[in-house]
């Protein structure tokens, strides 16, 4: 049950559930405001006045001995609505100070003064009372004693208090500097609040209801606006997930929105490019498989159905070409292993000279039967970490695209250098070379930089993926230069391991 609602409330989209959340946090602050604005309205209003009689009062008493403290007292406002009477413990008033109609600490006679005072040194030597909540513990008439707080002594029971001006005093005692002790009332008058509450209901109402009617217009505009450029991502990225690599990502007012659309469209465009090699990869390999079949065919057929063409030429003829069918299929198998981490090497201490001048002793007939000319150019042997099969593939990798690619004078150079604790090897032929838009991608697996396809002399022509792999695998780096019209040079790096013992010196060339 939970995982079907879950499910069902995953498929809202952005749009809703921005609507809703913006929604749901003004009916929030609308509920916020109702209850700070009516329900709470009277508790601030009583809070805050009583802490200003309280400060009022503190005030008062350590000015007690203030000659200017009357005044002091003239100089409070009527419009603060707060009485101020100061009398010693015989119920007479030292200071004064009245600016409410009907003050209730200034009717009280000198018997209830005395009482209240009383009631103050047995309360602690301060008091409250809010005569909204004690009306009926507080009374006077004229010819009676007033009751304030009964302590617990059998008197008729007060008349209700009847003032429609809801009071708050507050007394504290004060000691002055001769040692007599007063007692300072303050009397504020709470203005009644009932109708300021039903005014404020009133304007509430009408301001919910603007603010719900703004509320959604602006909810559904923002939740359109933010979710817009979304939803057509979302559309193109379907698109391009079905294969679509040419649609173009749109989406615009946002940071984030942008540069996922320039991300998207970027991944796009790799996608595209990768489709397209991807095609002329198949389209090559598909050449280069059916070229060989089609020989192996061709022969076999005519040795079986021609007398006399049963021969050694024709025999090696078929012998060749299923050697080049080989040499391609594992080339393939070679850059899959290479591309899904599963080629692993087995490096040791090599004399990566010596295991070019032995490759070098392959390429003699070549070089006797064609007129190639291939020449290694080194000054002494060098060791490298390495494993030789491998990299030994590296070099019959390079030699063969430089022999394929080559200019008419058939020449090829190799060259060893040491630099800095590495070696370079250099293979540079003399062919057109490579334009410098097509330099970044001469390594990667499907690209070929001569579209018209052109069958190698030797080898398989994926060569270059298997090259740039088999020397990331050994720690090293690859790379190409070359101006069109002056050949290219293709070249690979590795550490020097170290100095190779003096019995290992050779000098032979080729």
Not at 470 to 482: K, N
Request: charged fraction near 25%; hydrophobic fraction near 40%.
């Amino acid at each position: 049950m939970k995982h079907s609602l879950k499910n069902r409330l995953d498929r809202i989209s952005i749009k809703w559930r921005l609507f809703a959340y913006l929604a749901v946090f003004v009916a929030f602050l609308l509920v916020l405001l109702w209850v700070f604005q009516t329900v709470l309205l009277r508790e601030f209003y009583k809070v805050i006045k009583a802490a200003d009689v309280r400060s009022l009062t503190g005030d008062l008493v350590k000015s007690i001995d203030d000659p200017q403290l009357q005044e002091r007292l003239d100089a409070i406002s009527p419009h603060d609505g707060v009485c101020v009477r100061i009398v010693n413990e015989k119920g007479e008033t030292i200071y004064s100070r009245n600016t409410v109609f009907q003050c209730v600490i200034h009717k009280m006679p000198p018997e209830a003064l005395v009482t209240v005072y009383r009631q103050a040194q047995k309360a602690g030597g301060s008091f409250s009372v809010d005569l909204a909540e004690k009306a009926n513990d507080f009374h006077w008439d004229e010819g009676r004693p007033p009751q304030w707080l009964s302590d617990g002594h059998q008197e008729p029971r007060p008349k209700p208090f009847t003032n429609a001006m809801v009071s708050m005093i507050y007394g504290q005692m004060a000691t002055t500097s001769d040692g007599q002790q007063l007692l300072v009332l303050v009397n504020s008058v709470i203005s009644p609040v009932d109708a300021t509450v039903e005014t404020l209901r009133v304007q509430l109402v009408c301001i919910t209801i603007i603010l719900l009617i703004l509320s959604l217009l602006l909810a559904a505009y923002l939740s359109r606006k933010i979710s817009a450029p979304i939803i057509k991502i979302n559309q193109s990225a379907k698109e391009l997930a079905g294969g679509n690599y040419d649609v173009t990502f749109r989406g615009e007012g946002y940071l984030e929105i942008a540069e996922l659309r320039d991300t998207l469209n970027y991944a796009a465009g790799e996608l595209s490019k990768v489709e397209r090699l991807r095609q002329e990869f198949i389209a090559n390999v598909s050449h280069d498989l059916r070229t060989p079949l089609t020989m192996i065919t061709g022969y076999a057929e005519m040795m079986r159905d021609i007398p006399g063409e049963n021969s050694t030429q024709n025999v090696q003829v078929i012998i060749d070409e299923a050697s080049r069918l080989t040499g391609l299929v594992n080339d393939i198998l070679e850059i899959s292993k290479i591309q899904s981490g599963a080629q692993t090497i087995r490096p040791q201490p090599l004399n990566l000279t010596a295991a070019i001048l032995r490759i070098l002793e392959r390429y003699r007939q070549l070089v006797r039967r064609d007129g190639y000319e291939i020449e290694f150019v080194f000054d002494r042997h060098i060791q490298v970490n390495g494993d030789e099969a491998r990299l030994a593939q590296v070099v019959y990798n390079l030699i063969n695209n430089a022999v394929t690619y080559t200019g008419p004078d058939r020449k090829v150079t190799i060259t060893q250098t040491e630099e800095a604790g590495q070696v370079t090897i250099r293979v540079t032929d003399t062919g057109e070379g490579i334009s410098p838009e097509n330099l970044p991608y001469v390594w990667d697996r499907y690209y070929k930089v001569d579209k018209a396809h052109k069958r190698a002399a030797i080898g398989t022509g994926l060569g270059l993926s298997i090259v740039k792999g088999i020397v990331e695998l050994h720690g090293g780096t690859c790379g190409v230069d070359s101006v069109p019209g002056h050949g290219s040079t293709f070249w690979f790096r590795l550490s020097v391991l170290k100095e190779l013992p003096s019995g290992e010196e050779v000098s032979e060339s080729s």
